[in-house]
């Protein structure tokens, strides 16, 4: 079950640049943290969804793992952007993700995680235009959209992210 839930998160990490869908964070939060929080909330609810539908882990930790919030999973981004980026780093990417072109590609990632796992996707794709395309290009190619994505794409982060995993699993009373 670890092993898949950690495929989905290499699966995500690649696939998604970053997600949104909710409110602007607590005033402590970072922007980035709370989206990719999201993110990988959706990657660990649908690797627990599809290893129950194999018959590999009962439906009741894919459902209590549906019931989880976002917030069960962002102080841990939080504090893996914290510890790897400066705060102007920080405050340009929470910039971006505050913008309209950086919230629809942050929706495009999440629901993009559907469908490569042939789930239906929970909403419409939102529509981007080649004006949003062009900031979103600007952002990942900027020098730090590269290192926002070295950072959340780190053996160190994927480890952090694991633990928190794995306490959740237990806590929904998964035996990974």
Known sequence: MLKSLLAMLLTLTITISEHVHSADPPHNQHPTASLYARA????????????????????SVANCMQALSPSSLT????????????QAEL???DAFYRTTPGRKEATVGVLDAYTANGKTPPEDYPEISDAEYNEVDRFRN????????????SDSARRAFATRFRALGKSCGANW
């Open 40 to 59: 990988l909330l959706v990657g660990l609810q649908l690797g627990a969804q599809i290893t129950a539908d194999e018959g590999k882990s009962p439906q």
């Open 142 to 153: 900027s020098a730090v959209g590269k290192k926002l994505w070295k950072v959340l794409e």
């Open 91 to 93: 405050k340009t990417s």
């Open 75 to 86: 102080d841990v981004v939080e504090a893996v952007l914290v510890n790897n980026l400066t």
